[in-house]
């Protein structure tokens, strides 16, 4: 009867320690500029940076909307693209020997200099980001599949076989389930990464998205408008985790219920 009021206490209690510290970081940085009279090129005031963006949120809400497609797109593609790996491996060892290494060894890869012969090969525009952020995104996927496949319930799995159940059926019953905890958690650090990479993307080559916007607003020494950039990119990667976590919530209530009477 109590876990609840007491959780619900927790998380209150952790939002507020965490706005404290982002309004205590804000206070300091808009005193430190008013007092220092540095230049706004240099270091714009929070105050600046919030005006500027409103100002200009159009241009700024213009921009936001490809790369959260190319995002979209991008992430479910890794999502599709690790889950059929992952049932791969589970189902074959020989995969297993020789994809799993492979995935790995794709991640030693710099995008750095992939991404520009993405651009050379498919153009600018969505196939090159969505590549990218498939590559980044794909990788915690898998490996969290794999890893909840790995540490599925073993007395179920043998109760299952010793009724006759298929391997299908033992997977579809057991391990799938058993790995969605695990899957989840791939899938948060997933989303986190999945914005960071579509605006790299842009930066190599895009004509329009908030990594494009950052790079003109580099070049016209609009600081102010960088940042607000970086804000809106920030909120929209909370968001994104955010709404996994609801999504887990849905999904695997069971699994929150546990967490949260331990």
Known sequence: MHALPTAARE??????SVGAFVATLL???????RVSGIHPTILPAPTRVLSEGWRFRDLIWLNMLP?????????????VVGTTCAIAIDFSQAVRRTLYP?????????????????????GFGLAPKV???A??????????WVDGFAAAERGATNLL???????????????????????FSGLRIAITYAVVAAIFAEYVGARRGLGIFMQQ??????TDLVIAAVVVTAVLSIALFAATAVVERLVIPWHYATRQRT
Do not use: C, D, H, K
């Open 11 to 16: 998380q209150a209690g952790r939002v507020l």
């Open 27 to 33: 206070i300091v940085w808009e005193t430190y500029v």
């Open 67 to 79: 790369t959260l497609g190319e995002t979209a797109v991008g992430f479910v593609a890794a999502v």
């Open 102 to 122: 492979a995935l790995v060894a794709s991640q030693a890869i710099p995008l750095v200099a992939i991404a520009p012969l993405l651009v050379v090969w498919f």
């Open 131 to 133: 590549i990218v952020v």
């Open 135 to 144: 590559l980044v995104t794909f990788f915690p996927v898998t490996v969290g």
């Open 161 to 183: 076989r010793s009724m006759g159940a298929g391997r299908w059926q033992v997977f579809r019953l057991v391990r799938l389930p058993g790995a969605l905890p695990a899957f």
């Open 217 to 222: 607003q580099q070049n016209s020494f609009r």
